[in-house]
């Protein structure tokens, strides 16, 4: 009888048995294998959509940076990761990491990660992560500059302005509940782990503003037309409104503005681009803000 080798897979171990006419060897290796199961696949993709993450009060992160700043909390991270897939390579370098923020770990293939992507270049590990409690009070933002966008709805944009927002030092955002969703993928990625020291609060401006609370907040509003912002004093711990990428500040929102402001264009009159994007505008706020 000639040698042959057969391979059998069961969950949590592999088990090769090689057959000779003289030696019968059997290898163990358990723990090696977990591979995505079709059901944890389709949960995975599924989490694209916002009926799902909400569902199943999930999210999906992609990346060892994003991933390793959730796995490793601090007191500011609200989210706790349930599973994380990766490459055996990937788990061999991160095994302390891994220990610290127990999750459970499901060994996966490039491949297999891959299939259930939505990244050009997908990465070595992925998380599903819990979408935490939102508890808003208006006290909390009273002592602290805020930025407040209405109806933005562009995810990249949204991703970047969290992000802006943890370089300056800024820990509350609030949006309107037609605002796109802070866990779409696309936002999670564009925060590069902000989104663990930032909160971003889905209200709708107009109470929030008529609100007791906030009626010692001054508010900005930002305007194509208005006091230029490198003219004009910023007070301390403000709340400062964006409007919407097309479409500016609704009129309802005006009553409730101390100061219109503008960021003015230094291209000669005439050219030059016709107006800003909200997240590149974001960052000028802040900064300015900051400088003060």
């Known amino acids: 009888m000639g040698a042959f080798a057969a391979r059998w897979f069961v969950k949590g171990a592999k088990i090769q048995i090689l057959q000779h006419p003289i030696i019968f060897f059997i290898f163990a290796f358990t723990d090696l294998f977990n591979m995505i199961s079709t059901s944890q696949s389709k949960l995975i993709r599924s989490l694209q959509q916002k009926k799902f993450r909400d569902q199943h009060h999930l ?75 939102m508890r808003f009070s208006a006290d909390a933002i009273l002592n602290t500059p805020v930025l407040a966008f209405e109806s933005i709805r562009d995810p990249g944009n949204l991703g970047t302005i969290i992000r802006t927002a943890d370089w300056f030092g800024i820990r509350h955002i609030v949006c309107t509940p037609d605002s796109t969703d802070l866990f779409n993928s696309k936002v999670v990625q564009s925060t590069m782990g902000a989104i663990t020291r930032v909160q971003v609060h889905y209200q709708e401006l107009e109470a929030l503003l008529e609100s007791n609370e906030m009626q010692a907040k001054t508010v900005f509003g930002t305007f194509m037309e208005g006091e230029n912002i490198y003219e004009t004093s910023l007070e301390p711990d403000p709340l400062i409104l964006f409007g919407n990428e097309s479409h500016g500040l609704s009129e309802g929102l005006s009553p409730h503005i101390r100061h219109r402001i503008t960021i003015p264009s230094f291209s000669p009159k005439g050219s030059g681009s016709e107006s800003l994007n909200v997240a590149s505008s974001v960052a000028v706020v802040c900064s300015e803000l900051r400088r003060r």
């Not at 700043?69 to 599973?83: S, V």
């Open 59 to 133: 999210f999906l992160v992609e990346g060892e940076k994003m991933v390793s700043e959730l796995a490793m909390g601090g007191p500011e991270n609200r989210y706790i990761i349930r599973e994380i897939f990766a490459t055996p390579e990937w788990i061999d370098g991160h095994r302390t990491l891994l220990h610290q923020c127990g999750a459970e770990v499901t060994e996966a293939t490039q491949a297999e990660i891959k299939k259930v992507s939505k990244l050009v270049t997908p990465q070595a590990v992925i998380a599903l992560v819990s979408i935490p409690a």
